[in-house]
T-cell receptor
Framework: GAVVSQHPSRVICKSGTSVKIECRSL??????MFWYRQFPKQSLMLMAT?????????EQGVEKDKFLINHASLTLSTLTVTSAHPEDSSFYIC?????????FGQGTRLTVV | QKEVEQNSGPLSVPEGAIASLNCTYS??????FFWYRQYSGKSPELIMF????GDKEDGRFTAQLNKASQYVSLLIRDSQPSDSATYLC??????????FGGGTRLMVKP
């Protein structure tokens, strides 16, 4: 069964609104989670590393004020896309590392209209 | 040079053939190696991991690791159309950081 659960799987929002995506580790504690973005036919792009109890680490070129990450507990990290624009439409995926590999959530397909 | 490199493909093989997917990495201190499969529109799923030089077999899949040459490969025997997907190689370096390659798209033709 899934070890990382991501919700929602699909969301459509209007330009200018904010969208929150949740990522939960099931049956294990994840002090670190990762957020990726993937555009059609392209590879995974790491956006940020979410650290429980401290600030997230963002990759170069990723706006931290636009993509807010909160990792308030050992089993939950959230990504909020603020003031969404159509160019933010993408597939967002979280993952948590269990040592013997990273496990991914189901992904969230975000469409901004 | 990218840390983890894969040929983007597509790699096209006929049904029943062996598909061979390759991955090279730059950090000689890398400790563990993973293969993920990603179907279109879905998130990646872990299919194999390997730590030691040599071969590791799991059903139709065989992972091969050669640390001296810094490459890891995945062989899929008796390829099926349902194996058509993008295969991602991931490498954990000495700093415990997991880095993904860009993926190879595999197409298995009936």
């Amino acid at each position: 069964g899934a070890v990382v659960s991501q919700h929602p799987s699909r969301v459509i929002c209007k330009s200018g609104t904010s969208v929150k995506i949740e990522c939960r580790s099931l049956d294990f504690q994840a002090t670190t989670m990762f957020w990726y973005r993937q555009f059609p036919k392209q590879s995974l792009m790491l956006m940020a590393t979410s650290n429980e109890g401290s600030k997230a680490t963002y990759e170069q070129g990723v706006e931290k004020d636009k993509f807010l990450i909160n990792h308030a507990s050992l089993t939950l990290s959230t990504l909020t896309v603020t003031s969404a624009h159509p160019e933010d439409s993408s597939f967002y995926i979280c993952s948590a590392d269990r040592g013997f590999g990273a496990f991914f959530g189901q992904g969230t397909r975000l469409t901004v209209v | 040079q990218k840390e983890v490199e894969q040929n983007s493909g597509p790699l096209s093989v006929p049904e029943g053939a062996i598909a061979s997917l390759n991955c090279t990495y730059s950090d000689r201190g890398s400790q563990s190696f993973f293969w993920y499969r990603q179907y279109s529109g879905k998130s990646p799923e872990l299919i194999m991991f390997i730590y030691s030089n040599g071969d590791k077999e799991d059903g139709r899949f065989t992972a091969q690791l050669n640390k001296a040459s810094q490459y890891v490969s995945l062989l899929i025997r008796d390829s099926q159309p349902s194996d058509s997907a993008t295969y991602l190689c991931a490498v954990r370096n000495a700093g415990n950081m997991l880095t993904f390659g860009g993926g190879t798209r595999l197409m298995v033709k009936p």
